[in-house]
């Protein structure tokens, strides 16, 4: 089983940047293909991004397209997240997880909150 743990979350304004990390312990995974997920209050589940553990192709959900990008270090089990541009409608919590996700590697998250 795998332990997701994900920081960097955090409040910031409108139209600022935050940076998002997630570890993987308990299993390497440089040839598995991880994504961010994230959960805003009252809404379902959403695919943010995902990047490939073969040719580190990625892919992004439209609402973040161009403000957000995805990157892995295989040589320390971490894939990460920058966003930019943040809104107050990318408010949520933050997840990483396999992609497609297994629903027992789900980790506590990171909050993330835009709003001035």
């Known amino acids: 089983q795998v332990e997701f743990v994900e920081s960097g979350g955090g409040l910031v304004q409108p139209g600022g940047s935050l940076r998002l990390s997630c570890t993987a312990f308990?299993?390497?995974?440089?040839?598995?293909?991880l994504g961010w997920f994230r959960q805003a209050p009252g809404k379902e589940l959403e695919g943010v991004s995902c990047?490939?553990?073969?040719?580190?192709?990625?892919g992004y959900g439209d609402s973040v397209k161009g403000r957000f990008t995805i990157s892995r270090d295989n040589t320390k089990n971490t894939v990460s997240l920058e966003m930019n541009n943040l809104s107050p409608q990318d408010t949520a919590v933050y997840y990483c997880?396999?992609?497609?996700?297994?629903?027992?590697?789900w980790g506590q998250g990171t909050q993330v909150t835009v709003s001035s």
């Open positions: 997880n396999q992609n497609p996700p297994l629903a027992s590697n």
């Open positions: 308990g299993s390497t995974l440089d040839r598995d293909p």
């Open positions: 990047i490939s553990g073969v040719d580190g192709s990625t």
